[in-house]
């Protein structure tokens, strides 16, 4: 445990002149004595760990030790590993491509309330990846990740709503989604936005605000609102 807190001290340049060789090498260490039975797991660490070799920062980049310390962290039961084992599956990166498996470490994330988890777990039932497609599963957990304010997420739900896809159709109910993300800066939503002020479809329609906002989406390169 002391390593590990050196490498913090290292990774951040936290009272130290920061350096990512020496952090991984302390982490690396640490590790070591984990094997070893010499010291107790944090899975927080095996997962900073992880994520130092996965980049290559400070190391060599090594996904498939990237992958088996982050499932000593999962089998701990840390959201955030879990979570991240999940995108190697999905991706199979360091690991076989599973798409199942990838839901399986998703939905233990997920209902630990990890927000990515629950937003990968929607993505997963929106397309059939892993999961039998159900559009109304997805909109679940897309609404769970939305509501701790990830953007991606509300602008899912504002797209549900507006095509009428896992939930009742509702244009209003797909703008407020749509604001929500698009005053957070995505650009799809500034472009959805922008599209509803420019027909009136869930507001009233207001051609000076829907520049606004196709301009806004625009300057982020949202190649339909340069048009």
Not at 78 to 97: F, N
Not at 108 to 127: I, K, M, R
Request: glycine content about 10%; aromatic content about 12%; charged content about 30%.
């Amino acid at each position: 445990v002391a390593l590990y807190n050196v490498g913090r001290l290292y990774e951040y340049g936290l009272g130290l002149e920061k350096n990512e060789a020496k952090a991984t090498m302390c982490y690396d260490r640490s590790f070591a004595g984990l094997n070893a039975g010499k010291e107790n797991a944090d899975p927080r660490w095996l997962t900073n760990l992880a994520s130092l070799h996965e980049r290559g920062r400070g190391t060599q980049t090594n996904n498939v030790v990237a992958v088996e310390l982050r499932r000593k962290a999962a089998e701990m039961g840390y959201a955030r590993a879990q979570a991240q084992l999940g995108i190697a599956y999905r991706d199979g990166k360091g690991v076989t491509k599973d798409e199942a498996e990838a839901v399986k470490w998703f939905r233990l994330a997920a209902d630990q309330g990890n927000a990515f988890a629950q937003s990968c777990l929607g993505d997963a039932y929106w397309t059939g990846k892993g999961v039998a497609k159900d559009e109304t599963e997805a909109v679940k957990w897309y609404r769970l990740a939305a509501d701790q304010g990830r953007s991606y997420d509300q602008a899912q739900l504002g797209d549900a709503y507006r095509l009428g896809r896992g939930v009742a159709k509702d244009e209003v109910e797909a703008v407020k989604w749509f604001r929500l993300a698009a005053d957070q800066g995505n650009a799809y939503a500034q472009f959805r936005l922008g599209e509803a002020y420019q027909d009136g479809e869930g507001v009233a329609k207001d051609v000076k605000e829907a520049v606004k906002w196709f301009r806004l989406a625009a300057d982020q390169g949202n190649a339909y609102a340069q048009f």
